[in-house]
């Protein structure tokens, strides 16, 4: 699956509509981002059941501002709607291909009772 490009009209719908939804802030100026892409468009080509979004942040700063992106590129991964990780600095393919492994075996029932955990320490 070819990358997906996100923006405020579509951002909501494809993170609200997928499993899991990979994302790479960047910025057309960005160096490192550009030395990313490649990476991050070869593992999109590898994981059809995967959206790998991208979120240009000179043209969608509402976006990246909900995000408090501070740094590109910020790579941010999204299963069933959670933040599984935000993490800046491009990855080499070896380490994305490690994360989506990761984020493919979780369990996200146990996820989500450490998120209630944490969001509620008395009902612990």
Request: overall charge negative; hydrophobic content about 40%.
């Given at each position: 699956?070819?990358?997906?490009?996100?923006?405020?009209?579509?951002?909501?719908?494809?993170?609200?509509?997928?499993?899991?939804?990979?994302v790479?802030?960047?910025?057309?100026?960005?160096?490192?981002?550009?030395?990313?892409?490649?990476?991050?468009?070869?593992?999109?080509?590898?994981?059809?059941?995967?959206?790998?979004?991208?979120?240009?942040?000179?043209?969608?700063?509402?976006?990246?501002?909900?995000?408090?992106?501070?740094?590109?590129?910020?790579?941010?991964?999204?299963?069933?709607?959670?933040?599984?990780?935000?993490?800046?600095?491009?990855?080499?393919?070896?380490?994305?291909?490690?994360?989506?492994?990761?984020?493919?075996?979780?369990?996200?029932?146990?996820?989500r009772?450490?998120?209630?955990?944490?969001?509620?320490?008395s009902?612990?």
């Amino acid at each position: 699956m070819a990358t997906v490009e996100l923006d405020k009209n579509n951002f909501r719908e494809v993170i609200e509509g997928n499993d899991i939804v990979i994302v790479d802030f960047w910025a057309p100026w960005c160096g490192p981002c550009k030395s990313f892409a490649p990476v991050f468009e070869s593992e999109s080509d590898k994981h059809e059941d995967i959206v790998f979004g991208k979120v240009n942040t000179e043209e969608e700063r509402e976006i990246a501002g909900n995000f408090e992106i501070r740094s590109i590129p910020t790579l941010m991964v999204f299963r069933e709607q959670i933040i599984l990780l935000a993490q800046p600095g491009a990855l080499p393919q070896s380490a994305l291909a490690d994360i989506i492994g990761k984020v493919r075996e979780l369990d996200m029932d146990d996820v989500r009772k450490q998120l209630e955990q944490q969001q509620n320490p008395s009902s612990a």
